[in-house]
């Protein structure tokens, strides 16, 4: 309960990072900004350097070139009009920012008049809103973002008229709104970055006209911006999964930028604990299949460039931290083939976070990584080849914002191919449209429900078809040399008396997973199922092989003996309100435990040049 209400008790710890002398700092530094525009992110002074540096650097070249071919494509689009679907504007708020960042960096490096009267298009349509949707507050902090990048970026271009205009929508749909729909700020989630991140923005380029309402709405994002940020101690890791690290570690890396460029300081928020480890942890969390251990609402794939990633490499000095983005920036660039990323994958951010990186970056040293915290993650490789092994194993708690019944689930590639995979997120709107309540979370709450989140869909024990108790926690007791385990007793308590669950990656690129249950004082019945996308054939009682993308992988239960494997199908799901999971199935078996009787369960899982001998049955507290 005291982790529930964990948010509101560090507010006043938060508040008390930034002292009295603090917000006098803040003040005196917002009253001492240059008038000059632009300010966010790239600033007067700076200018012609940056495109000095851009002229100079092939690699620099080439981006400003695509970056220029966006634009042009944008010119043609009509501006955002404003419509809802179900809950949000988001979507159009995030078109409206994808356009002004691409259509005003292209008029700050080129001066065509074209660019910058499509971005005063795309200004007047969005200041013109009744409002910006105030009730999912998201769309407010990210259409703000938008038009202050607009406004700062093209201010020296835009006529009075137009600056009058996009300066009041600023400051009455965007900084005065966010005073009265304040909750956010108090949030330990995404909300709190994405929100602070665009209201900030949005105060650091209308400073000059409202200087005192400005100067508190910065204090506020520095006061209120570790609440959340303290969610990356003490590793890096973070608690609502790659998705979600995507989106709201790239907007308090925006905010931290925008206070750099506009103030001089970011105020100590890049140094809280964990922030700058959080680039191992996105470097960690994709396989080397290219796909991402995508636990909670996340998605599979993960092929988007992760500008977020650049300003940590540049941030740190160290190139390796790029080791998945560079092959996907370089078949961007090959392809000319650019993927209309509002905030992950934006030109803008790629040509002003760029290291000066070598030819290739370094290949990571780390081949296992653990992440404690809220949810805590491992991964372990064989190396940094596309064709590793690898292996990802969470512990933590359903009740995490957008947790799933996931607490100990695993994935595994080898040879370039998901073989134990997760069916990731749902879309919201598919869901919230035929009127599913996806946001509560109680035991019994309507969210379990959803075939992909609940425990029926993950790569975890499920106990006489129950669910995960969701007020339950999972720590990770053990982790390191290619070894994990986790407890999972909290979270089958009432279920099974104790559980824990290790993974471990062998030397001959074999995957070991291995349970260890204690019944109630009752007969339970225990599944054990995995998610694959391969074709499964059953040789025989514990036997299996699984084939995908011209592989094999051999699936051996080694205890129980006597296990019998099933498929339990995943497609078509069991409600009307799923979505599909073509392709799809689950292997696994299910194991009877006579009260207060112990079992022990490994799994090994074997790409087909590996030659695993006789495995050893060795308890998991003796794991080292």
């Not at 990210?142 to 201010?155: F, P, Q, R, S």
């Not at 911006?225 to 709201?248: F, R």
């Not at 750099?260 to 890049?270: C, I, K, N, V």
């Not at 590793?388 to 607490?407: E, L, T, W, Y």
Request: include cysteine; charge should be negative.
């Amino acid at each position: 309960m005291l982790l529930h209400y964990l948010p509101l008790l560090l507010l006043p710890m938060c508040a008390a990072l930034l002292s009295a002398a603090d917000r006098t700092d803040v003040t005196e530094r917002m009253a001492a900004m240059p008038p000059a525009h632009p300010r966010l992110l790239l600033t007067l002074r700076e200018e012609s350097a940056f495109q000095q540096r851009i002229a100079s650097t092939p690699l620099l070249s080439s981006i400003a070139e695509a970056l220029r071919a966006q634009a042009d494509r944008m010119l043609s689009t009509r501006p955002v009009e404003r419509i809802v679907e179900g809950k949000r504007l988001l979507d159009k708020s995030r078109t409206a920012f994808s356009r002004t960042l691409h259509l005003g960096l292209a008029w700050r490096l080129t001066g065509r008049k074209a660019y910058l009267d499509r971005v005063r298009e795309e200004l007047i349509a969005i200041s013109n809103f009744s409002d910006w949707h105030p009730q999912h507050f998201l769309d407010v902090a990210e259409m703000t973002a938008a038009a202050a990048i607009g406004y700062d970026w093209c201010y020296d271009g835009l006529d009075e008229e137009t600056r009058t205009l996009v300066r009041g929508a600023i400051v009455e749909k965007g900084l005065r709104a966010s005073i009265k729909n304040s909750g956010w700020s108090r949030l330990n989630s995404n909300w709190n970055q994405v929100c602070n991140a665009g209201i900030t923005l949005g105060a650091l380029a209308v400073a000059e006209s409202e200087p005192e309402l400005a100067a508190s709405l910065v204090s506020r994002a520095v006061t209120t911006l570790p609440i959340v940020m303290h969610e990356y101690g003490p590793d890096g890791a973070y608690p609502e999964g790659p998705t979600y690290w995507s989106y709201g570690t790239t907007y308090n890396v925006l905010l931290i930028a925008a206070l750099e460029s506009a103030l001089g300081t970011d105020f100590g928020l890049a140094n809280q604990p964990g922030f700058l480890a959080t680039a191992d942890y996105y470097l960690q969390v994709i396989g080397p299949s290219g796909l991402a251990f995508n636990y909670s609402d996340a998605h599979r794939g993960q092929d988007d460039l992760e500008s977020a990633m650049f300003w940590f490499a540049r941030k740190r000095g160290d190139s390796s931290i790029l080791w998945n983005q560079w092959p996907l920036l370089q078949s961007r660039l090959s392809s000319r083939t650019w993927i209309e990323k509002p905030i992950t994958e934006p030109l803008p951010f790629l040509l002003l976070w760029m290291p000066d990186a070598p030819a290739t970056p370094d290949v990571p040293q780390a081949l296992s990584w653990t992440g404690m915290g809220l949810t805590p993650v491992a991964f372990h490789r064989s190396s940094w080849d596309a064709n590793a092994a690898f292996v990802a194993i969470k512990g933590g708690r359903p009740s995490i914002n957008h947790g799933h019944m996931d607490v100990g689930a695993f994935v595994m590639d080898v040879d370039g191919v998901r073989w134990a995979d997760d069916l990731g997120l749902q879309n919201y709107h598919s869901l919230e449209s035929k009127g599913v309540n996806l946001w509560e979370k109680g035991q019994d709450a309507e969210r379990w429900k959803v075939f992909r989140l609940s425990t029926a869909a993950h790569n975890v024990p499920m106990v006489d078809g129950q669910q995960q108790r969701v007020a339950g926690n999972a720590p990770i007791v053990s982790s390191g040399r290619g070894r994990t385990v986790v407890d999972l007793t909290d979270i089958y308590e009432g279920q099974l008396a104790s559980a824990k669950r290790g993974v471990a990656l062998e030397s001959d690129r074999s995957v070991r997973v291995q349970d260890e249950y204690t019944a109630p004082d009752r007969t339970v019945r225990v599944r054990w199922a995995m998610v694959t996308s391969a074709d499964v054939s059953i040789d025989g009682p514990g036997k299996a092989t699984l084939s995908q993308s011209g592989r094999t992988l051999s699936f051996r239960v080694c205890e129980p003996l006597d296990a019998k494997l099933m498929i339990f199908p995943t497609d078509p799901p069991p409600s009307p309100f799923d979505a599909r999971n073509e392709g799809t199935r689950m292997i696994g078996f299910e194991t009877t435990l006579e009260a207060r009787h112990q079992q022990r369960v490994i799994v090994q899982l074997a790409p087909a040049e590996a030659n695993p001998g006789p495995y050893q049955s060795i308890p998991l507290s003796d794991w080292q």
